[in-house]
């Protein structure tokens, strides 16, 4: 691996944003290591798959191990990996609220942990997942919105806890992408949501890789613990 | 990798130490006196609480390279749930990461 090249992990990576991420930051020359519950059926230069579930401590705790002994260096962690289950909360299972939890709050929670011990002597960008639904308090996505309201605390105390060590940590908080996430939802519900958007339109990736790279950027090093949300939601 | 010899105590003992070296580099004084007395916790340490944090790190990060597998130094659920904390000084915090290898390992 070349001296300079830059090593990111994304969680996420199998389809939908997350491999997007990962073809656009190799792309950019980024070492991508990505992970995902089940193998990755597309194959990157400069891109490496682990399966892992986020929230698994031990296996999470052996990718890191690995990446450390392999690389030496995390440069940029992106944590991806999400779940949303939308119902409303008197049809909600305990089991639903468990699941979405583990993989948006507990899955980023241990992400950044670790990325923040191998991060510490050099610097790095965390950059964390949250979403237009939590300032906009959609109705039937009351667990997802709240796990990501966890995930906006976490990244606005992470980042002065982490500011000592040169780690800055930023979210970006998308509104409706076509992605699986979005898919069972009924058309009505979503031009209602996103005519709640300042500019009414579906998000793409670009809208989102652009953001990333906002806090990745060099000169964004005095950045940190700010959430950008996309079309105009504010929080 | 440099292979110590001992027991595994012995071993954890002098990755601490090296730990220490590491964490003290930059900082005045440069060293302190180590021994398995050696206070890491509270004021008479001479570690703020951003070296002790910086010091678990380094231990932990020591002790995976040297054993081979990751370990949870301290955020663990054993060293939270003991009355008297593990980096009381080195000897404890050996005791304690000497205690969670087996485990670990599996």
Do not use: W
């Not at chain 1, 923040?116 to 959609?138: C, D, H, Y």
């Not at chain 1, 090093?221 to 950008?228: A, L, N, P, R, S």
């Not at chain 2, 292979?3 to 070296?21: F, M, T, W």
């Amino acid at each position: 691996m070349p001296l300079n090249e830059q090593v990111m992990l994304i969680t996420g990576t199998r389809k939908g944003i997350g491999k997007y991420l990962a073809e656009y930051y190799t792309a950019k020359g980024f070492r991508v290591i990505g992970c995902s519950r089940s193998p990755a059926d597309f194959r990157l230069e400069r891109y490496e798959h682990f399966c892992v579930d986020v929230s698994d401590e031990p296996k999470v705790k052996e990718v890191f191990f690995g990446l450390r002994k392999k690389y030496g260096r995390l440069d940029v962690l992106i944590n991806n990996a999400g779940i949303a289950s939308m119902n409303h909360i008197l049809l909600t299972p305990v089991s639903t609220v468990q699941g979405i939890f583990n993989t948006n709050v507990i899955g980023t929670f241990i992400f950044c942990r670790e990325a923040a011990k191998i991060m510490k002597k050099t610097g790095g960008r965390i950059v964390n997942f949250s979403t237009a639904a939590t300032p906009l308090r959609l109705e039937g996505e009351a667990i997802y919105a709240s796990s990501k309201a966890a995930v906006v605390s976490l990244t606005e105390i992470l980042a002065r806890e982490l500011a000592d060590f040169k780690i800055t940590v930023n979210a970006v908080g998308p509104t409706p992408l076509k992605t699986d996430l979005t898919r069972g939802v009924p058309q009505d519900k979503m031009d209602r949501l996103i005519n709640r958007q300042a500019i009414r339109r579906f998000a793409e990736f670009k809208d989102v890789s652009n953001v990333i790279d906002f806090f990745l950027k060099k000169e964004s090093d005095f950045v940190t613990g700010q959430v950008v949300y996309l079309g105009g939601v504010t929080g | 990798m440099n292979v110590k010899s001992g027991s595994p105590r012995e071993k954890v003992l002098s990755l601490i130490y090296e730990a220490l070296d590491e964490i003290l580099e930059d900082s005045d004084p440069k060293e302190i006196k180590k021994s398995p007395d050696t206070v890491l916790l509270g004021p008479s340490s001479g570690l703020d609480s951003l070296k002790l944090v910086n010091l678990i790190v380094a231990v932990e990060q020591r002790v995976e390279e040297e054993f081979g597998f990751p370990i949870s130094a301290i955020a663990n659920e054993r060293a939270m749930s003991q009355k008297a904390s593990p980096l009381r000084n080195a000897g404890t915090l050996a005791d304690f990461i000497t205690s969670i290898l087996p485990e670990a390992k599996k």
